[in-house]
């Protein structure tokens, strides 16, 4: 292999066992409150700084190991068919299912956490994580029919609805204003760590 290809590849590899890693951790964990999602606040060494969503100040002592994946923009039309994503969806008054966000998986990732299973996100919202089957266009954006190991469901994704995937990232990118998304592990003393960051690329927020 080219080493100028090689190169590339590298970093994406590192992006899809990044992620992997927090996709399992996703689909093995209930919805308890098991992550962070807020903005930096300060890096002090080992210690991320972070004002929740909900306005709680929480430091996380960062892991020796600890994964960071960066998570950034792209379009509506980068859903196709064939793509393997996650999505998270909240039930409409007919019965339909409405996407709140997706993230298109890179081909390394698919199949990572392959399902359906409750997610803490908003109230009575699911992650499925599946192929798309089939895109429909319409007024109201696509309609997306996703099958998954265990059964099936179509998904309403608006023009409005966020659409990310993963990309490189490191320690370097957790600033403070960045948003992120921190899986954190409470500690014996009272106090929280966290092994795995997602942190959003050009003051974007992780929508997931």
């Known amino acids: 292999m080219p ?9 994406l590899v590192a992006v899809a066992m990044v992620a992997a890693s927090t996709l399992y951790a996703i689909a093995q964990q209930p919805p308890t409150p098991s992550r962070v999602r807020g903005t930096i606040e300060g890096v002090d060494g080992a210690v991320l700084s972070v004002k929740s969503r909900s306005g709680e100040d929480v430091k996380l002592h960062m892991t020796s ?3 960071v994946v960066g998570i950034t ?5 980068d859903i196709k068919v064939g793509s393997f ?3 998270t969806t909240v039930p409409g008054p007919d019965g339909s299912q409405n996407a709140v966000e997706v993230h298109v998986f890179p ?3 698919r199949g990572t956490g392959e399902g359906s299973r409750p997610y803490d996100l908003r109230p009575n919202s699911t992650m499925t994580n599946a192929t798309v089957d ?8 696509h309609t997306l029919l996703i099958k998954y190991k265990d059964g099936e469901k179509k998904v309403l ?3 409005e609805t966020p659409v990310v995937t993963y ?12 948003k992120v998304i921190a899986f954190m592990k409470k500690l014996p003393d009272g106090s929280f760590e966290t092994n795995r960051v997602s942190v959003g690329r050009d003051g974007l927020t992780p929508p997931m």
């Open 3 to 11: 080493s100028h290809r090689s190169t590339l590849i590298r970093p």
């Open 65 to 67: 190991d600890v994964q």
């Open 73 to 77: 923009k792209i379009s509506l039309s």
């Open 85 to 87: 994503i996650g999505t």
């Open 107 to 109: 081909e390394a990732m």
């Open 134 to 141: 089939q895109s429909v266009v319409g007024n109201d954006g």
């Open 157 to 159: 994704v608006s023009a």
């Open 167 to 178: 990309v490189p990232a490191d320690k370097s990118d957790l600033k403070a204003g960045a």
